[in-house]
């Protein structure tokens, strides 16, 4: 049984395509078969994983586009997981994709034959546009990262208002797993008070621990792996190994989504 989690925040530089990433080969490192999906124009998950952009010829935008089978564009990677890439072309996608019949089931149809990995993640743009209605569709749940400072937080209900619509039309099976708190720094009263407030402001799970603030994670990308190859001992590598853990965990849990509303 494959588990796609959809990891999605409309607001940007909340380490968002870091988180997938970095849980993805966390995953992989658990012994688990794991694909991204990198659905962001900007390519930073390509990029990051160590796969150039503008060297690939294929990409998810082919495969939502054109019809182009997901298995002649997946790539290998050094961190142990797949990638379906993305390149700036993707950016017509949306326009593409807009006077499409069904547009909010074009990821979902892309992967329905991809059944031989464990977790598949998707990396949402940093919009509530189609591709990330439509990879929201596609999921069976969705982590939000969020940046443990107050302006993060605006955005998060409308987010959540999409989660309820995309509930309502598209994908009444889709769950909220969660609010992974990123870019943590212990040291501040206003990060802990942030982080205290997050599940009763949204009554949502909080996913732990919290993603510590480091350098590290911005020296990760330039090597072309993630944190776990790069910093394999660090606090943030082993604040994702902890938070890998703990989604396997929740991967086995009966549907309790109904019990939080």
Known sequence: MTTTLAVANQKGGVAKTTSVASIGAALAELGQKVLLVDLDPQAC?????????????????????KGIAVEEVILETDDGVDLLPATIDLARAEADL?????????????????TDYDWVLLDCPPS?????????????????PLQC?????????????????????TNKGLEVWGVLPTLYDGRTTHARTVLETISETYDLDVVEPPIPKTIKFAEAPAAGRSILSTSRSSKGA????????????RSSR????GARG
């Open 128 to 144: 509530l546009g189609v591709l990330t209605v439509a990879a929201l569709t596609a999921a069976d749940g969705v982590l939000v």
């Open 98 to 114: 807009l006077t499409r019949t069904g547009r909010e089931q074009a990821i979902r149809a892309a992967l329905e034959d991809v």
């Open 149 to 169: 400072e107050t302006l993060s937080h605006r955005g998060v209900g409308q987010l959540l208002d999409t989660v309820h619509d995309v509930r309502r039309f």
């Open 238 to 249: 082993r604040a994702y190994r902890e938070v890998a853990a703990h989604l396997i965990a």
């Open 45 to 65: 998950l390509t990029f990051s994983l160590g796969i150039d952009p503008e060297d690939l010829e294929l990409s998810i935008h082919q495969v939502l586009t």
């Open 254 to 257: 009966p549907s309790d989504r």
